[in-house]
């Protein structure tokens, strides 16, 4: 009987390629620096609806652009005054952008935004 040998070097090299290939895909769409905002891509039957969360970023500071079949929001979340002091932070500044891609046509002349407690709105009325 021959006994196998388990945690060689090429195991290992094996294990790191596969959690290498996982990280990829939990992290696609994610910036490693945590700047992007979270989304939701809604289906209302006559529309889509993403909804995007921007706390602390002022409308003045967002852009929403539609690209061929895309939609982009770019934005600068600003450093909140007193910031001097410091001890920790968990909360992103700087510029950021996330672009979406619409499963299906839309009007453009009928996409609105709003934004509201945080968060950013965009009706895409379907074509």
């Known amino acids: ?34 700047t992007l905002p979270r989304a939701d891509l809604l289906d209302l039957g006559d529309a889509f609806q993403l909804v995007l ?14 690209q061929g079949s895309e939609v982009m929001v770019a934005g600068i979340r600003e450093n909140v005054p007193g910031e001097s002091g410091i001890v920790f932070s968990e909360r992103p500044n700087g510029p950021f952008q996330r672009t979406v891609e619409l499963p299906g046509e ?19 009325p379907k074509a």
């Open 106 to 124: 839309v009007d453009r002349d009928g996409v609105t935004a709003h934004l509201q407690s945080g968060l950013l709105v965009v009706t895409l």
């Open 1 to 34: 009987m021959e006994i196998e040998k388990f945690g060689t070097a090429g195991d290992i090299e094996e294990l790191l390629a596969v959690r290498d290939s996982i990280d990829a895909l939990v992290g696609a769409g994610a910036s490693a620096d945590g």
């Open 53 to 66: 969360e921007v706390p602390g970023v002022a409308q003045s500071s967002l852009e929403v652009a539609l």
